[in-house]
Nanobody, 123 residues
């Protein structure tokens, strides 16, 4: 079965950095666009970033442009999210997801989801 497992979350001070990883198994990783989403307490899940199958395209939410970088290593079946200049409003559970429908920001278009990793940014 398909598994997406996130890691790398934690507690960091504002202005700090974290690198999230998402290891995939049970699917042809290189055939899927990979996305990152986050959900803050009491809020709906929101799109963060997505990267196409062979890194030809990347897409970011306006709130993270210039601070976050999404990348992938198809040989390792892993997608990454480098988060710099973190702000308290970046706090939430970060989940990776896979879609076969191209570069998408709509969560309902993603086929597979990880459990998420907690990111907390203190002021």
């Amino acid at each position: 079965q398909v598994q997406l497992v996130e890691s790398g979350g934690g507690l960091v001070q504002a202005g700090g950095s974290l690198r999230l990883s998402c290891a995939a198994s049970g699917l042809i990783f290189s055939s899927y666009t990979m996305g990152w989403f986050r959900q803050a307490p009491g809020k709906e899940r929101e799109f963060v970033a997505a990267i196409s199958t062979y890194v030809t395209s990347k897409y970011y939410a306006d709130s993270v442009k210039g601070r976050f970088t999404v990348s992938r290593d198809n040989a390792k079946n892993t997608v990454y999210l480098q988060m710099n200049s973190l702000k308290p409003e970046d706090t939430g559970v970060y989940s990776c997801a896979a879609t076969s429908r191209g570069l998408r920001m709509e969560s309902y278009l993603y086929d597979y989801w990880g459990q998420g990793t907690q990111v907390a940014v203190s002021s």
